[in-house]
């Protein structure tokens, strides 16, 4: 099993409108950057685990536990012209974006980001990189039983 930390802004999609979804899982759609693609279509599998992470607004921080509940999949969203995610050089018979599905494990309290930048046992998480913008990114196992013991 395999950690992430996968980024949502939750004026587009928060934690909340993942526990108020169908069978609280939902598609990670979205994503247009290749590093961030191949995590999920190369590394992701059913049963990793993830920490929502919730950015670009004013409490940027772990906000829950996702589970990856389906394998890659071509992201329905680059074949939409209505779509902010629209690409028109995606073609169903050769899709360039993919995403998994996700399930909610739990949400939990906010963890900030002001407070895991005070933990040295966090100093090396990438979202602590100076220059990383990456909305998906591994977690290290050690890492990840931090942060879900200090939830």
């Not at 395999?2 to 990670?28: C, G, H, N, Q, V």
């Not at 690409?87 to 974006?97: I, L, N, Q, V």
């Not at 040295?120 to 290290?140: F, M, Y």
């Amino acid at each position: 099993m395999r950690y992430w930390l996968m980024k949502s802004e939750p004026d587009e999609f928060s934690i909340d409108d993942l526990a108020r979804a169908p069978r609280r899982t939902t598609s990670w759609f979205g994503v247009r950057n290749y590093q961030a693609r191949n995590f999920m279509r190369d590394g992701m599998k059913v049963g990793d685990l993830a920490l929502f992470y919730h950015s670009s607004c004013p409490d940027p921080g772990v906000a829950g536990i996702v589970r990856v509940s389906a394998p890659a999949h071509p992201d329905a969203t680059q074949f939409d012209p209505k779509s902010k995610y629209f690409d028109p050089k995606a073609t169903p018979e050769m899709p360039r974006w993919f995403n998994v599905d996700v399930r909610l494990v739990k949400k939990t309290r906010l963890m900030p980001l002001s407070e895991i930048r005070g933990y040295p046992e966090l100093a090396n998480l990438r979202i602590l990189q100076k220059g990383n913008r990456l909305s998906i990114t591994p977690v290290d196992p050690a890492e990840y039983a931090f942060i879900v013991k200090h939830l």
